[in-house]
């Protein structure tokens, strides 16, 4: 065969193999690569020998902390690196000979490029320690060290995050002037927006966090249940109405600019059967929202019931407890309220006892404790805890207790000595579910009223904020904005907050400069009645203010300035302050005389003296014909006559 053609073949399949490198396709038809997988095996197991005697003699060293101890773990540590050494030797021997085979050609096809050198330098030189020798004691290397510091200082902030009493909001407050007489209620809505207070003064007062100044002034007082005090407000979960639970029989719900919504109806008083009138038929004590359903809301009355009520259908109540006592006498429930998921209806009763019933089956209680509180007493408040396990009851005998509702008949913990003087103090919990808050009562300048805090578990009593010389009847902790509200005896309602802790809320007004008061540029004039003039005589009746004030304005005659009042003797025809006319200027001067002229005679012979030595307008004028004036001399006669009485003498 021709050697020419030999070569051309072969610069045909070189042309071939360089064109397929490049189009991408050169190693398809080459084989899978094969991994030897008792070599992995076998390196994996050295490895986990390796690390766990490294682990080992570091726990020694630190132990020990000697510094033959020290020469030894460097000894062990240099036979370690030998070991690694020999094992990663060996690893690369065996995959060497494992996959010569597949990755003979693979290494030859490397995309991308080179490798850097210093990383493969770096990479050799793993094991090599740079910089001066470690001192003996030294164990761990720098980012150990450095990682013990952070673990440290997370301790330290976890300590802080366990920690309840850190997290109350009291560093700073601000107070909300309701009025004279007990804040009764509070109510906050679900976006810590709007808060609104009620009182034994029968007001209801709205107060916007957002539209407030420093002034802290309500923006809306209304009273909705004429002459009965409040004693509940709440908003509902959506934010829209408010339950308003007064003195009355009725209770009421508005919208959040305090109109009329609804009024629940009276039932018929002559009706033995209560669960056969239509409403309560004697005044209420409490009420409350549901949690999930925003329609339904629950009261209790001193009549005996505790009734569940839609706001759609004001005709008829939706369905009726009728809390009983142990002889199945009526009892009257004092406070209501609703669990956390509202499958639950709570009430606490004026004998003592907390009945629960489930709110689908009206009839039977599912819990019941018999003697929760001293008979008697009024229960002023339940609450549940957020996680639907704990109930936590305010009694009107002083206590503060909690109990599991798995397991009813004794309490779980038990607080004495808080005084209560009012049937709506309140409870609540915080919003991380670790404390239980309440308020107490004193009696008039004996004190001052205060915010008791209790730790849920251990039930010690963790902190305490003296709020006024008066009782603190309603707390209310929000969990959005992170701050407490409070109701006092004098008629104050306290925001409790914190600057870095709270959210918005009081944080929105006090930062906030007072607004000053718009003052007329101009004086409108007074309206003038004319029933009888001619209509083209009668002047236009003003229907806004603003709108004269607006035309006004645009008058050149009324828009002008008033020229400011004269200081000093007067210039430029105006005469100063004290007269702009001749007689008040006379006015003035007279005034200032302080001659007395009560006399007239005298007064006009004080200046007799003068005239005749200096005669200035009658006198020159009539010298040369003015005869000299002769006068009657007086005789002994006529001064015997002067010395007789009055009577006696003659009349001429």
Known sequence: MDPNKVDK?????????????????????????TFD??????QTRRTAIERSQRVFDERQKEDEGESSHSVKSSGSSQRDKAVTATSRKQESDSSDDSSSDSDSDSDSELIGPPVPPQLTAQEDDDDELVGPPLPPGYTGSTAHNEDDDEDDEGEVLDEDDDNPVKKIPDTHEITLQHGTKTVSALGLDPSGARLVTGGYDYDVRFWDFAGMDQALQAFRSLQPCE????????????????????GNAQAKVLDRDGFNVM???????????????????????????????????MTCSNDGTVRTWDLNSDKKHKSVFKPRSFQGKRVTPTCCTY????????????????????????VHTKFHCRQAHTPGSDTSCLTFSYDGMTLASRGGDDTLKTWDIRSFKKPLNVATGLTSY????????????????????VKKDQGNGKLVFFDRTSFQRVYEIEVTNASVVRCLWHPKLNQIMVGT???????????????????????????KEKQAETLTQDYIITPHALPMFREARQRSTRKQLEKDRLDPKKSHKPEPPVSGPGRGGRVAAHGGTLSSFIVKNIALDKTDDSNPREAILRHAKDASENPYWVAPAYTATQPEPVFAEESEEDEEADKEPQWKKRKI
């Open 37 to 42: 997988l008792d070599a992995i095996f076998e």
């Open 339 to 362: 669990s956390r998921d509202g499958k639950l209806i709570a009430a606490g009763c004026q004998d003592g006892t907390i009945q629960i019933w489930d709110r689908n089956l009206s």
């Open 422 to 441: 009012f049937p709506m103090t309140d409870c609540c919990f915080s919003p991380d579910d670790k404390l239980l808050v309440t308020g107490t009562s």
């Open 227 to 246: 002459c009965h005090q409040i004693k509940s407000l709440q908003y509902s979960i959506t934010g829209d109405v408010i339950l308003v639970v007064s």
């Open 263 to 297: 009024e629940c109806v009276k039932g018929d008083q002559y009706i033995v059967d209560m669960a056969n009138t239509k409403g309560h038929t004697a005044m209420l004590n409490g009420g409350c929202w549901h949690p999930k359903i925003k329609e339904e809301f």
């Open 489 to 515: 005896g004098n008629g104050l309602a306290k925001v409790y907050y914190d600057p870095v802790k709270s959210h918005r809320g009081a944080k929105l007004c006090v930062v906030k400069s007072k607004r």
């Open 9 to 33: 073949v072969s610069d045909g399949m070189s042309g071939d193999g360089d064109m397929a490198s490049v189009m991408g396709f050169s190693g398809f038809g080459k084989k899978a690569r």
